[in-house]
């Protein structure tokens, strides 16, 4: 088996449709709208990006602008009507639930650097 680094979708796509590249790898959201939108490709599996912990997708916005409160209820408000998941439903995206909206919930852990565990970096 072959690996190709491709970083622009159009390629992507290309490739694939070209018979050049048989499957693609990455974010699930984009690969489920093409197989709802075009008919050329079909979402064969997903795998959670913070495997095995579960990395959520975020919305940003400037900090101490107010926003983030309102967003998170205005898409709990969706949540809870069921406006959500129809919008889900409806591309392909139901595996991307999340059950509630949260500011600033606790990420994925940060790595430890080689550099601050490794001795043998020392300046000593």
Do not use: C, H
């Not at 992507?12 to 939108?37: C, E, H, M, V, W």
């Not at 912990?53 to 900090?63: D, Q, S």
């Not at 439903?89 to 639930?97: N, T, V, Y």
């Amino acid at each position: 088996m072959d690996y190709q680094y491709i970083d622009d979708a159009a390629a992507q796509d290309l490739a694939i449709q070209s018979g050049r590249a048989d499957a693609t790898f990455g974010p699930n959201a984009s690969a489920a709208y093409k197989a709802a939108t075009n008919g050329q490709t079909k979402l064969v599996g997903i795998v959670n990006g913070g495997w095995p912990l579960t990395a959520n997708i975020a919305v940003g916005t400037k900090k101490d602008n107010g926003l983030a409160a309102a967003y998170a209820e205005a898409l709990n408000g969706v949540i809870a009507n069921g406006k959500y998941a129809q919008v889900l439903a409806r591309w392909g995206l139901s595996a991307e639930k999340v059950d509630k909206s949260l500011v600033n919930p606790p990420g994925l852990p940060k790595p430890r650097s080689s550099r601050s565990t490794d001795s043998r970096l020392s300046n000593k």
